[in-house]
């Protein structure tokens, strides 16, 4: 006689799956998105997230010899290189401390969201009528550092995600994309079919199935900032980045605190 086993079944955690690659890659660079696509127009050409791009930009504005903007433009790149250390600073202190990494990473990014959020609505109420050049760089420079912790949180969530896939610039995502699209099709479309050719196509799918929501997030927060920005009158419009972190940070919470109680 056989004896059936009863299979257990996994119960589905709404917080285990809102952090999991695909969806928290998604929501992460939709913020991204929105985020640097919403400052870039308000701020008249400050990257908050892409902030490499500050020093091109930063260049034109000196050989148009506008003193005032190359400098703001070039104290993002400082302030994105020293927040990305502090948090890392606060990373190192929560593991020793085995608390949430994930979790108070995302509340820290909340908050600098909320200092962005809370400086724009004070210093420029209106949007796109008047935002004046002395104000662009307190205002910029929070927006920094909201992307900045984003940046760094990617890196130091270790054990979240499966790899470190960039959220905040999709230069390097979209280069791998392209890279394994032509590695997949290579391998399926191979006169032999070998062991090896296999093991790339299933590789190459696996890692499209982790950058594709990166990509097409970013795209969809640009699109929609632009819009928000376009047909609003007020920065609340642009509260959306705040609600969404925070809910991320709410579920990372909750699944390290599920997972604990289990071990």
């Known amino acids: 006689m056989t004896s059936v086993l009863p299979q257990t079944r996994t119960k589905f955690s709404l917080s285990s799956f809102l952090i999991s690659d695909g969806p928290a890659g998604f929501l992460l660079s939709w913020v991204a998105g929105f985020v640097d696509t919403s400052a870039f127009i308000i701020l008249f050409g400050v990257f908050t997230a892409h902030v490499t791009g500050n020093i091109a930009l930063a260049g034109s504005s000196f050989v148009s010899s506008d003193t005032e903007t190359t400098i703001t433009r070039l104290l993002m790149l400082p302030t994105f290189v020293i927040t990305v250390a502090l948090t890392s600073l606060i990373a190192r202190y929560?593991?020793?401390?085995?608390?949430?990494?994930?979790?108070?990473?995302?509340?820290?990014?909340?908050?600098?969201?909320?200092?962005f959020l809370f400086l724009g609505m004070t210093l420029s109420p209106a949007l796109l009528l008047d935002v004046q050049e002395d104000l662009i760089l307190p205002i910029?420079?929070?927006?920094?550092?909201?992307?900045?912790?984003?940046?760094?949180?990617m890196k130091e969530a270790r054990g979240v995600f499966r790899s470190y896939i960039p959220t905040t610039v999709m230069t390097g995502n979209t280069t791998q994309l392209t890279i394994d699209v032509v590695q997949y099709?290579?391998?399926?479309?191979?006169?032999?079919?070998?062991?090896?050719t296999s093991s790339e196509a299933a590789e190459s799918l696996e890692r499209i199935g982790r950058f594709v929501p990166t990509i097409v997030g970013f795209a969809l927060g640009g699109l929609l900032a632009a819009i928000f920005v376009l047909v609003s009158e007020t920065w609340w419009s642009l509260a959306l980045p705040l609600v969404i972190i925070t809910i991320l940070a709410i579920a990372a919470f909750s699944d390290y605190y599920q997972k604990s109680n289990k071990a």
């Open 94 to 115: 929560a593991r020793s401390k085995n608390w949430c990494v994930f979790g108070i990473l995302l509340s820290v990014e909340a908050i600098a969201l909320a200092v």
């Open 185 to 196: 099709l290579s391998a399926k479309f191979a006169k032999v079919q070998t062991e090896i």
């Open 140 to 153: 910029g420079i929070s927006g920094v550092v909201a992307m900045a912790i984003q940046n760094a949180l």
